[in-house]
């Protein structure tokens, strides 16, 4: 380091230094870096337990570096509840794609969702099956191209787009539900933010927090990672509206 | 003068996605179209040292968290 200098920036150390498998300019990446950041920050890196899931993000547990269970496709919130009932002074998270949190694993979410169990979902909504080779996903946008629809989603035939966030914020054991993107440095530091509300709610036991993340995918829309920006501020954002679904610290604050 | 700030970017660790490039707000990001990395990637590189102003931008929207920036001291 050059003299007169100081640090601003660095890799945060509970991450690890494996190289990660995801492509170039893939969100999820930035997430576990933020995650992990926030883990980092609040010193709970020995009290965290993450959840994977089956899709791009199964080896989530090779790159962070704290405790993990990997869970059967979709069935993560299933297994991080046996897991907060069980260890309930633990911070848990699943970590989940499109793919498992709002296709096969529908069920699980929307019921531990409804029963309040106290841990967090971080639900990566990138439009896409990103692992499998860009097939629809059920958050596929109307219209949008991908291997299994190559005219583009006719809502007709196949139905619209499921807002996730939306639907699991009329549950009352929804405590804290949010939309984030990742696509400019200061909606990179707010989403931050957000995850560290969540384990915040987590450690007061008010009861299940949600954020969803628009997240892009270059491989599977066929785009180069900065385009990719364009086409979740353009379209993605349109359907997905950020922003806040439901606080229940807002009224006490 | 010397520069505000200044970053260092792991050859191995870009994926050359070219997000920090996108979003640097005084354009000293370029990337390495001459060279690659191991894995055949053209990697970022600091190629205006001057203008760097610190301001970690591109380090916090980096994917895989391969850059490390430093600002100047205010107490120097």
């Known amino acids: 380091m050059k003299d007169g200098y100081e640090l601003v920036y660095k890799r945060p150390d509970t991450l690890l230094s494996k190289r990660m498998h995801y492509c170039p300019g893939c969100f999820h990446s930035t997430m576990h870096k ?83 169990e106290n841990f967090t979902i971080f639900f990566i909504n990138n439009a896409i099956y990103g692992m499998t080779g860009g097939q629809m996903a059920p958050t596929t946008l109307e219209g949008q191209k991908t291997s299994t629809s190559p005219y583009g989603r006719d809502v007709k035939h196949v139905g619209h787009p499921l807002r996730m ?39 007061q036991g008010l009861g299940m927090t949600f954020l969803e993340v628009v997240s892009n995918c270059p491989s599977g829309w066929k785009c180069s990672p900065v385009q990719s920006l364009d086409f979740v501020g353009e379209n993605m954002l349109k359907y997905y509206p950020l922003g806040v679904k439901k606080d229940v610290t807002a009224n006490s604050n | 003068m010397a520069a505000k700030g200044f970053v260092e970017i792991s050859v191995e660790g870009c994926k050359g996605c070219g997000l920090c490039v996108h979003h640097c707000p005084v354009k000293c990001l370029s990337l390495k179209m001459d060279d690659t990395n191991s894995f055949g990637l053209h990697y970022a590189y600091l190629s205006n040292e001057e203008t760097c102003i610190g301001c970690a931008n591109c380090a916090v929207i980096c994917p895989d968290a391969a850059i490390t920036v430093y600002r100047k001291s205010k107490a120097v």
């Open chain 1, 34 to 116: 933020i995650i992990m950041e926030v883990v980092d920050e609040m010193g709970i890196a020995e009290e965290t337990i993450g959840v994977s899931p089956v899709g791009c993000s199964v080896f989530a547990y090779d790159y962070m570096d704290i405790d993990f269970q990997q869970a059967a496709h979709g069935r993560a919130c299933a297994v991080a509840t046996g897991i907060k009932r069980s260890l309930p002074d633990k911070f848990v998270f699943t970590y989940q794609g499109d793919g498992d949190l709002a296709a096969i694993g529908t069920a699980e979410t929307i019921h531990s969702c409804n029963r309040g």
């Open chain 1, 165 to 203: 966030a939306e639907m699991v914020s009329q549950l009352p054991g929804v405590a804290y539900c949010e939309r984030l993107v990742l696509n400019t440095p200061a909606n990179v530091r707010k989403a931050k933010k957000s995850i560290k509300k969540a384990f915040d709610i987590q450690k």
